[in-house]
């Protein structure tokens, strides 16, 4: 059993302010990370991917991988109103298999 | 836009009818994936396809079938719908190769009364 463990939230945080996202993963040979972001009513639409340990920036979203600890995280700086929905880490493998998390929800308070 | 249609978008249907979903794809991705979403369980897959009439079982795949027949269409088939399969369904891409990331349509929601 593939495992994407993910903290359900709620998560709130005010605007301005980063919000930290994290998810650990199980299986070691993952080969890819992923953060998606979900609207209520919508489909989960990709934000940031990654593939090697580090960060990797792209506007106000960090993505951090660490393989030896199995943990990814997402940061997001001068969180807005707009950022406010439920994400979700998703792992990947070579076999183009998908391991999802249940979500984190997050709320950004105006 | 991942170039990922489902049809319908969405469904009342009653128990025991069968009900078939449509995802439809323009990227010529070779893998499809149909998920389910259902809260406190996050995405399931029920089933998969890595190419045409090439399919396999997902964790969640007790209730339904699916048929690939050409690249762009991927069919999910609930031959007996039950009220547990109240749901909304993702169909999804990727492709091989470096970097393979997965995309979702925009969803069908599907109420079986």
């Known amino acids: 059993q593939k495992e994407v463990e993910q903290n359900s939230g709620p998560l709130s945080v005010p605007e301005g302010a980063i919000a930290s996202l994290n998810c650990t993963y199980s299986d070691r040979v993952s080969q890819s990370f992923f953060w998606y972001r979900q609207y209520s009513g919508k489909s989960p639409e990709l934000i940031m991917s990654i593939y090697s340990n580090g960060d990797k920036e792209d506007g106000r979203f960090t993505a951090q991988l660490n393989k030896a600890s199995q943990y990814v995280s997402l940061l997001i700086r001068d969180s807005q109103p707009s950022d406010s929905a439920t994400y979700l880490c998703?792992?990947?493998?070579?076999?183009?298999?998908?391991?999802f998390g249940t979500g984190t929800s997050l709320t950004v308070i105006p | 836009d991942a170039g990922i249609t489902q049809s319908p978008r969405h469904k009342v249907t009653e128990t025991g009818t069968p009900v078939t979903l449509r995802c439809h794809q323009t990227?010529?991705?070779?893998?499809m994936y149909w998920y389910r979403q259902d809260p406190g369980h996050g995405l399931r897959l029920i089933h998969y396809s890595y190419g045409v009439k090439d399919t396999d079982k997902g964790e969640v795949s007790d209730g339904y079938s699916v048929s690939r027949s050409k690249t762009e269409d991927f069919l999910l088939t609930l031959e007996s719908a039950t009220s547990s399969q109240t749901s909304v369904y993702f169909c999804?891409?990727?492709?091989?190769?470096?970097?393979?990331?997965?995309?979702f349509g925009e969803g069908s929601w599907l109420t079986v009364v």
């Open positions: 999804a891409i990727s492709d091989t190769g470096s970097g393979n990331t997965i995309y």
């Open positions: 990227e010529n991705h070779r893998y």
């Open positions: 998703a792992v990947g493998n070579t076999g183009n298999q998908f391991y």
